[in-house]
């Protein structure tokens, strides 16, 4: 399993990202994915999860703001997140959902300040 993570920056809050995540070694479009974050000394914490069927569902946290899709013929996973705020600031990583023992990959860092 190989997970790709990309599309993090530095953007002022209220702003907007797309997160990417490539992924290969696993069986992509039968596989629930999902999107994770963890906070400088905090717990990775799921955020968004999508079923192969498309159905979707996010961390209160996140939820009107953060959009999960697929792509199950490219094996993407994406995350397109609008009008952040600072406490959204995290490093992101993409896993299958549950995430069982797959290795995380390094993530992409999301920072939002001014």
């Known amino acids: 399993v190989q997970l790709q993570a990309s599309g993090g920056g530095l953007v002022q809050p209220g702003g907007s990202l797309t997160l990417s995540c490539k992924t290969s070694g696993f069986g992509f479009s039968n596989t629930a994915m999902a999107w994770y974050r963890q906070a400088l000394g905090k717990q990775r914490d799921l955020i968004a999860d999508i079923y192969r069927d498309g159905e979707s569902h996010y961390a209160a946290s996140v939820k009107g703001r953060f959009t999960i899709s697929r792509d199950n013929h490219a094996n993407t996973v994406t995350l397109q997140m609008n009008n952040l705020k600072r406490e959204d600031t995290a490093v992101y990583y993409c896993?299958?959902?549950?995430?069982?023992?797959?290795?995380w990959g390094q993530g992409t860092l999301v920072t939002v300040s001014s």
């Open positions: 896993n299958t959902h549950p995430p069982y023992n797959n290795p």
